[in-house]
C-alpha cells in the first residue's frame, strides 16, 4: 500500500506542475495579446525629414549640441537640418563630384568635415554654413573622418585594397595643413 500511495502522490504532482505550466503559458500568450493591441493603439509623435536626399543617405551625424543634425549620400549632397524643427538649413549639392560617404564634426561645434569617393576632403564652417576649405591628398575614396578630442586634429582615411603612405592623413584643424600620414601596413 505504500508504493500505491507514493505513485499517486507522485502523478498528482506531474498533474499539478502540468496545470501551473499550462495556467502561465496561457497567461504569457494573454499579456503577449494585450500588448500587441496596445502598442497598435498607441500614438507615436512624428515628423517625417522630407525633400533632402535622392539617393542613398551614407552618414548622418548630429552637432555636439544636438541641435543639427547633417546628412551626406550617394547623391554627393551634404544637408544640414534643423534637428527640432525637421527643416532643412543647407542643401550644399554642388561641392562633392561623387558620393560622399564619410563625415564628422569637430567636438566644440564650429567645423564638419565630409569627405568622398572624389578622393577630397571639405571643411565646413559649421556655424555660419558655408565652405570653410577643401583638402586633397588621398589616392583612392576617403571613407573615413575623425576629429581627435581636442578638436586640434582632422584624421582622413582612404579605402585602398594595398599599402600607400597616404592611407590615413592628419591634418592641423584651423591651418588644414598635412601634417602626418600613416601607412597601411
Do not use: C
Amino acid at each position: 500500500r505504500g508504493k500505491l500511495e507514493r505513485e499517486v502522490l507522485r502523478k498528482s504532482r506531474w498533474a499539478v506542475l502540468g496545470r501551473l505550466g499550462g495556467q502561465a503559458l496561457g497567461i504569457a500568450a494573454l499579456t503577449m495579446l494585450v500588448a500587441a493591441l496596445l502598442s497598435v493603439t498607441e500614438t507615436w509623435a512624428e515628423q517625417v525629414m522630407r525633400d533632402g536626399h535622392t539617393a542613398a543617405v551614407r552618414r548622418a551625424v548630429f552637432s555636439p549640441d544636438g541641435k543639427r543634425l547633417v546628412s551626406v549620400g550617394e547623391d554627393k549632397r551634404v544637408i544640414v537640418w534643423d534637428f527640432d524643427s525637421r527643416r532643412q538649413l543647407e542643401n550644399f549639392d554642388k561641392d562633392h563630384t561623387g558620393w560622399v560617404a564619410a563625415l564628422a564634426f569637430s567636438p566644440d561645434g564650429k567645423w564638419f568635415a565630409t569627405g568622398g569617393y572624389d578622393k577630397t576632403m571639405i571643411v565646413w564652417d559649421a556655424i555660419n554654413l558655408r565652405k570653410e576649405t577643401m583638402l586633397r591628398g588621398h589616392r583612392d575614396k576617403v571613407v573615413s573622418l575623425a576629429f581627435s578630442p581636442d578638436g586640434k586634429t582632422l584624421i582622413s582615411s582612404a579605402y585602398q585594397p594595398a599599402p600607400y603612405d597616404d592611407a590615413t592623413i592628419l591634418w592641423r584643424a584651423g591651418s588644414w595643413e598635412r601634417f602626418a600620414q600613416i601607412p597601411l601596413t
